[in-house]
């Protein structure tokens, strides 16, 4: 049997062959000719039963949102009554939307159960798994340091209003919070190591290990665990959302590298902002330890004093040098993250978690790391 509806423009023709139920589309299938052809195409499906459905669009010279629409929903009504479908004769634009607008994509999928196979298969594909992370962490740290040479020998090659604009955000508005904590984190210390040194009345001491726990220690620490949170996430989700929509290819198709251009400004605003800002936590937690000792009856020259006898240059400049590091593990991995975000709704949000989590273990591993080389040199 056969039928032809609407005009020259759009056109619908069902017929049937050996059993199976033709519909051929053909004419311009924008938001006008899908409307003229859409109810043809629902009656043909209402008779459909339990026979199969080929859906021939070769006559299709163009299809916009509509006329995929239009598409995907003969083939989705036609695969739910059980008869299967098939799209015959599409040209490669029309197979180009259908591609972009995958129905798949738009619904929930249960998530298909999967058996265990096991302790050591799920060891094993765990182990690969954080191999090849710490494979793709190491060509990238390579990638960055190439880029870093090329910036440092060809200074003009810097973006060096992004690395302004970077350090704008992931320095400057960071002030106040790294003033809350560094504030907070002085006032803590003096209070813990207070209790038990009025028992032996050393109580005078605790200027002396409120800077040297700060300066050493807890201030660059901490200012790093902010930045990571705060700016290293920030990177993440900035790049990830460009790699989503496509933003990085489109790059890599004009020749500029993805590395140089996105992630060299990134690093170089981390490593230039995180040293001052750790100074600056560094300055707020004396001054939060400095509150609590005159608490306790001291006059502030003796707590200048202390500090002054307690700690040295060298105690400031390592603590700087570790602020130096964590910025770059904090910019890197960021970016890192963000570079491979994958695709989908949740891609994002899973790289600015990754990059926050692998972020602070690294920190931690590189403050360990530090401890012993201190140790070790007797610093």
């Known amino acids: 049997m056969g039928a032809t509806t609407g005009s020259g423009r759009a056109r619908a023709e069902v017929r049937e062959e050996d059993g199976v139920l033709v519909l051929a589309l053909a004419g311009h299938l924008d938001a006008a000719g899908t409307a003229e052809v859409w109810r043809p195409a629902e009656s043909a499906l209402a008779g459909l039963g339990s026979r199969a459905l080929r859906l021939d669009a070769s006559g299709v010279d163009y299809a916009d949102g509509s006329g995929t629409a239009l598409l995907f929903d003969c083939l989705q009504r036609a695969k739910r009554k059980g008869g299967g479908a098939e799209l015959v004769g599409a040209s490669h634009e029309v197979r180009s939307q259908l591609e972009l607008h995958d129905p798949e994509l738009w619904c929930e999928q249960p998530a298909p159960e999967r058996k265990s196979d096991g302790l050591i298969v799920e060891v094993g594909r765990a182990t690969t798994d954080a191999w090849k992370e710490a494979r793709e962490l190491i060509e990238f740290t390579g990638a960055v340091a190439i880029a870093l040479k090329f910036a440092l020998l060809n200074p003009r090659s810097v973006r060096w209003r992004d690395v302004v604009r970077v350090s704008e955000r992931a320095g ?55 930045l990571c949170g705060r700016s290293g996430s920030a990177f993440a989700a900035e790049l990830g959302t460009m790699k989503v929509n496509e933003e990085v290819d489109a790059l890599t198709t004009m020749g500029l590298e993805p590395v140089r251009f996105l992630v060299v400004p990134r690093v170089l605003a981390a490593v230039m902002t995180t040293p001052m800002l750790a100074v600056f936590a560094n300055l707020c937690g004396l001054i939060g330890g400095a509150v609590v000792f005159l608490s306790f009856g001291h006059p502030l020259v003796s707590y200048y004093r202390q500090v002054q006898g307690a700690v040295t240059h060298v105690d400031l400049l390592g603590g700087i040098f570790k602020a130096f590091t964590f ?53």
């Open 327 to 379: 910025g770059v593990i904090v910019a890197a991995v960021g970016c890192a993250r963000g570079l491979q975000t994958g695709h989908g709704a949740s891609a994002v949000g899973l790289s600015t978690t990754r990059s926050v989590v692998s972020g602070i273990l690294l920190i931690v591993i590189a403050d360990m790391a530090f401890a012993l080389l201190y140790y070790a040199l007797d610093i």
């Open 172 to 226: 400057v508005n960071a002030l106040p919070i790294i003033a809350i904590i560094g504030s907070l984190m002085g006032l803590i210390l003096a209070f813990q190591s207070a209790i038990p040194m009025k028992k032996f009345g050393a109580d005078l001491f605790v200027a002396d290990l409120v800077a040297i726990s700060l300066l050493r220690e807890l201030g660059p620490l901490m200012t790093a665990i902010v």
